[in-house]
T-cell receptor, first 112, second 113 residues
Framework: QKEVEQDPGPLSVPEGAIVSLNCTYS??????FMWYRQYSRKGPELLMY????GNKEDGRFTAQVDKSSKYISLFIRDSQPSDSATYLC????????????FGSGTRLSIRP | DAGVTQSPTHLIKTRGQQVTLRCSPK?????VSWYQQALGQGPQFIFQ???????QRGNFPDRFSGHQFPNYSSELNVNALLLGDSALYLC????????????FGSGTQLSVL
C-alpha cells in the first residue's frame, strides 16, 4: 500500500465550476500537508500548505486537512482554463530533515 | 530574484554511462533536495543536502550520489545508467526548518537508451 493515495484522473470540468481534489494517507506521523501545481514540462509549484488539521484559504483555493480520517482536500472556486495542470498532494512528518512524500498527481482540465 | 535553476534541461545517455546534473538553489536557501519523477507519477525523494552533507536519503541505490558545494549549489550523479533511470530529475531548495516550503526547478529530462 502506498503511503499517499491520489486519484490520477483525468478530471475535466467546465470553466467556473468548483473543483475538489483529494488524497488519503496511511502514516499518522505526517504533520505538514501541501498542494503543488505542475504544468507540463515544468517543476511543481507550491500552492498551499497547512500544519496539522484544519482549513486554510488563499484566494480561490481552500485546503482542508482531516487527520482523524487521514484525508486532505483542495477546493478550487471559479475555476479558470489557466488552472488546467496536474495537482500533487504532498506530506511530511515533523522534522526539518524529513523527506516529503508526494501523491501521484491528478490531471485537471478546465473546459472554456 | 532567480529561482531554482537546473542544467542541462535535457540529456540523452546510453545504458552503463554516467551522468551529472546540476542545481543552483533559490537565493537565501541553504538546503537542496533531489527528486525523481517518472512519467505519470509524483516526485520520489532521492536525498537531501544541508551544510555539504547528505542529511537524509530515500530508497535509491548507491548508484545515485550527490554533492553540495559551499555556495549551496548541488550535483546529482548517477552511475551505470539503466533504462529505468529515464525520468525528470527535479531539484528543490528550501531554508532549513522550512522543509514544507520547497521551491522546485524545471528539472532535467534524462533519457537512457
Amino acid at each position: 500500500q502506498k503511503e499517499v493515495e491520489q486519484d490520477p484522473g483525468p478530471l475535466s470540468v467546465p470553466e467556473g465550476a468548483i473543483v475538489s481534489l483529494n488524497c488519503t494517507y496511511s502514516n499518522s506521523a505526517f504533520q505538514y500537508f501541501m498542494w503543488y501545481r505542475q504544468y507540463s514540462r515544468k517543476g511543481p509549484e507550491l500552492l498551499m500548505y497547512t500544519y496539522s488539521s484544519g482549513n486554510k484559504e488563499d484566494g480561490r483555493f481552500t485546503a482542508q486537512v482531516d487527520k482523524s480520517s487521514k484525508y486532505i482536500s483542495l477546493f478550487i472556486r471559479d475555476s479558470q482554463p489557466s488552472d488546467s495542470a496536474t495537482y500533487l498532494c504532498a506530506m511530511s512528518a515533523v522534522s526539518s530533515a524529513s523527506k516529503i512524500i508526494f501523491g501521484s498527481g491528478t490531471r485537471l482540465s478546465i473546459r472554456p | 530574484d532567480a529561482g531554482v535553476t537546473q542544467s542541462p534541461t535535457h540529456l540523452i545517455k546510453t545504458r552503463g554511462q554516467q551522468v551529472t546534473l546540476r542545481c543552483s538553489p533559490k537565493s537565501g536557501h541553504d538546503t537542496v533536495s533531489w527528486y525523481q519523477q517518472a512519467l505519470g507519477q509524483g516526485p520520489q525523494f532521492i536525498f537531501q543536502y544541508y551544510e555539504e552533507e547528505e542529511r537524509q536519503r530515500g530508497n535509491f541505490p548507491d548508484r545515485f550520489s550527490g554533492h553540495q558545494f559551499p555556495n549551496y549549489s548541488s550535483e546529482l550523479n548517477v552511475n551505470a545508467l539503466l533504462l529505468g533511470d529515464s525520468a525528470l530529475y527535479l531539484c528543490a531548495s528550501s531554508r532549513d526548518r522550512g522543509n514544507e516550503k520547497l521551491f522546485f526547478g524545471s528539472g532535467t529530462q534524462l533519457s537512457v537508451l
